[in-house]
Structures are given as structure tokens and as C-alpha cells.
């Protein structure tokens, strides 16, 4: 019995050690959650040891996914943003409408570094101004 709890163990080591800081942060606060508990800052654990050894620039510079916010919409380019926010959302011309118009918000609050550079790229050449914010 001793042996297969080694085993699960070593399994779970491995399998923990596989994942990404962000990861370690989900399964840290789903623990929380779970359990009913909260992480103490201080208290040394085996999740945030490889998330301090990162450091905290580190980990907004591995940033996996972005946020993109339309920060400014000027007001004889709001039509060509609207249209644009329609393509890339899929909504209606009204919430777009309404999205634009209440500048800063979110156009996508979760895409690869990828998607939201050419969301950003759609959204500036339309002559909005946009921001991405790591998450």
C-alpha cells in the first residue's frame, strides 16, 4: 500500500510540475474554493514555489492570453469601428454600437497573443485606439 501511495505521489509531482504558472494559479484558487481555505502570503508552498522563482515580471511577461480593450473611438471613425467590432465579436449592431460608444471597455476579454495583436491591428486601422492587458 506504502508503494502505490509513492507511486500516486510521484505521479502527482510530475503532473504538477508540467503545468504553467497560470495553471498553478487556477488550480490554486479551485483548491481555495474546494477546500474553503485561503493561501497565506508567507506560508511556503509547493505551487508557488516555481511561481516565485518566475518573480512577478516574469509572469506578466509570459502572459499567455490578452485582454483587448478599445480605449478611444473618435467620433468620425465610430461607423468603420463599429464595423469591425461587429466582425471580430459577432454582435449585434446595436450592442456593438453601444460597446463603442462606452469606450473603454472590452472588445474580447480572453485571446492568444497572436489573435489579439490582429484584433488590435483591425481596430487601429479603423482609427480606434486599443489597449491589450495581459491575463
Same mark, same amino acid.
Given at each position: 500500500m506504502a508503494q502505490q501511495q509513492e507511486a500516486n505521489i510521484e505521479q502527482l509531482v510530475e503532473t504538477l510540475s508540467a503545468l504553467s504558472v497560470l495553471d498553478l494559479s487556477n488550480l490554486k484558487k479551485a /483548491? &481555495? $474554493?474546494?477546500? !474553503?481555505?485561503?493561501?497565506?502570503? *508567507? #506560508?511556503?508552498?509547493?505551487?508557488?514555489?516555481?511561481?516565485? #522563482?518566475? *518573480? $512577478?515580471?516574469?509572469?506578466? &511577461?509570459?502572459? +499567455? !492570453?490578452?485582454?483587448?480593450? /478599445? &480605449?478611444?473611438?473618435?467620433? !468620425?471613425?465610430?461607423?468603420a469601428?463599429?464595423?469591425?467590432?461587429?466582425?471580430? +465579436? *459577432? /454582435? *449585434?449592431l446595436k450592442e456593438a454600437k453601444e460597446l463603442v460608444e462606452g469606450a473603454p471597455k472590452p472588445v474580447k476579454d480572453s485571446a492568444p497573443k497572436a489573435e489579439a495583436e490582429e484584433i488590435k491591428k483591425k481596430i487601429t486601422e479603423a482609427g480606434g485606439k486599443v489597449a491589450l492587458k495581459g491575463v
Amino acid at each position: 500500500m506504502a508503494q502505490q501511495q509513492e507511486a500516486n505521489i510521484e505521479q502527482l509531482v510530475e503532473t504538477l510540475s508540467a503545468l504553467s504558472v497560470l495553471d498553478l494559479s487556477n488550480l490554486k484558487k479551485a /483548491l &481555495e $474554493e474546494k477546500w !474553503d481555505v485561503k493561501a497565506a502570503a *508567507g #506560508a511556503p508552498m509547493m505551487m508557488a514555489a516555481p511561481a516565485a #522563482a518566475a *518573480g $512577478e515580471s516574469a509572469a506578466a &511577461e509570459e502572459a +499567455t !492570453d490578452f485582454q483587448v480593450i /478599445l &480605449e478611444e473611438a473618435p467620433a !468620425d471613425k465610430k461607423i468603420a469601428i463599429i464595423k469591425v467590432v461587429r466582425e471580430i +465579436t *459577432g /454582435l *449585434g449592431l446595436k450592442e456593438a454600437k453601444e460597446l463603442v460608444e462606452g469606450a473603454p471597455k472590452p472588445v474580447k476579454d480572453s485571446a492568444p497573443k497572436a489573435e489579439a495583436e490582429e484584433i488590435k491591428k483591425k481596430i487601429t486601422e479603423a482609427g480606434g485606439k486599443v489597449a491589450l492587458k495581459g491575463v
